[in-house]
């Protein structure tokens, strides 16, 4: 099982990305997925999640500013991310709970992808 994302870059101040990330290999089931970000000499901190169903819950932070989604069809989540802020600048992390049939229920990773907020 793989997660690849993609979809970050530079943006201006007040400026919008969307991130994507997508799940492949043998997967039998996806339960909840999630954007994670991590600043320079921080740790990883939770920025959204989504369960299978679609509730999603949001950090204060990006409250109003972000919009997690998902394309089961696609084992896919999204990250709209609204009124980027240079707090926003971090590298950013897709997870998700995937059932496999070797491993059981297991949290995946992606590699990551840099959002850059400057002007």
């Known amino acids: 099982v793989q997660l690849q994302a993609s979809g970050g870059g530079l943006v201006q101040p007040g400026g919008s990305l969307r991130l994507s990330c997508a799940a492949s290999?043998?997967?039998?089931?996806?339960?909840?997925m999630g954007w994670y970000r991590q600043a320079p000499g921080k740790q990883r901190d939770l920025v959204a999640t989504i369960t299978s169903g679609g509730s999603t819950s949001y950090a204060d932070s990006v409250k109003g500013r972000f919009t997690i989604s998902r394309d089961n069809a696609k084992n896919t989540v999204y990250l709209q991310m609204d009124s980027l802020k240079p707090e926003d600048t971090a590298v950013y992390y897709c997870?998700?709970?995937?059932?496999?049939?070797?491993?059981?229920?297991?949290?995946?990773w992606g590699q990551g992808t840099l959002v850059t907020v400057s002007s």
């Open positions: 290999g043998s997967i039998l089931s996806i339960k909840d």
């Open positions: 997870n998700a709970e995937i059932q496999t049939w070797s491993r059981g229920v297991y949290d995946y």
